[in-house]
T-cell receptor
Framework: GQSLEQPSEVTAVEGAIVQINCTYQ??????LSWYQQHDGGAPTFLSY????GLEETGRFSSFLSRSDSYGYLLLQELQMKDSASYFC?????????????FGAGTQVVVTP | KAGVTQTPRYLIKTRGQQVTLSCSPI?????VSWYQQTPGQGLQFLFE???????NKGNFPGRFSGRQFSNSRSEMNVSTLELGDSALYLC?????????????FGDGTRLSIL
């Protein structure tokens, strides 16, 4: 079957670094995306990894290891506004048109 | 550039009724995907439209349907509403629907079934 595993909640203080892991089991894996969603808001795209390695976008970085079926999102210099849910999402070759399979989400709580 | 617009933002219906939700994608985006978000099941893919054709479909019953117009605007329809259909329905657009293209989500329509 297909599955995506990510922690349900992570708490950290402002200025800290948080790593959200995502492990997946899916046939025909194509790439891993990350989305952020604030309470009551729309999911917003953060990053995409199609190849192994690290992608950096400002304070956020994302990593993928295809051989380990594993990726992570790294949030650096945490700010209060980073309190949100973070979803990893998989695209599959067989049915990748416009379809993402989302993980259950990780609630990140940033404290002062 | 205007974002993805979904209307209405909130809807209250009763069991057995039907509902139509609307989505206007970002200008130039041709792919529109629909998702259902619930606390229990998370974000689940409903279907995707491109050039007025359904290209992809999730595991939802036939009561859920959609369409896309020539201007890429999309609608989804749910017939014979059930209590379990209460959810946030999100529409997302992307240029072509390719896996490496970001999906841009609207704020969603929150549907409550009484």
């Amino acid at each position: 079957g297909q599955s995506l595993e990510q922690p349900s909640e992570v708490t950290a203080v402002e200025g800290a670094i948080v790593q959200i892991n995502c492990t997946y089991q899916t046939s025909g894996f194509y790439g891993l995306s990350w989305y952020q969603q604030h309470d009551g808001g729309a999911p917003t795209f953060l990053s995409y990894n199609g190849l192994d390695g690290l992608e950096e976008t400002g304070r956020f970085s994302s990593f993928l290891s295809r051989s380990d079926s594993y990726g992570y999102l790294l949030l650096q210099e945490l700010q209060m506004k980073d309190s949100a849910s973070y979803f990893c999402a998989v695209a599959r070759m067989a049915d990748s048109w416009g379809k993402l399979q989302f993980g259950a989400g990780t609630q990140v709580v940033v404290t002062p | 550039k205007a974002g993805v617009t979904q209307t209405p933002r909130y809807l209250i219906k009763t069991r057995g009724q039907q509902v139509t939700l609307s989505c206007s994608p970002i200008s130039g985006h041709r792919s529109v995907s629909w998702y259902q978000q619930t606390p229990g099941q998370g974000l689940q893919f409903l279907f995707e439209y491109f050039s007025e054709t359904q290209r992809n479909k999730g595991n939802f019953p036939g009561r859920f349907s959609g369409r896309q117009f020539s201007n890429s605007r999309s609608e989804m329809n749910v017939s014979t509403l059930e209590l379990g259909d209460s959810a946030l329905y999100l529409c997302a657009s992307s240029l072509l629907g390719r896996e490496n293209q970001p999906q841009h989500f609207g704020d969603g329509t929150r549907l409550s079934i009484l």
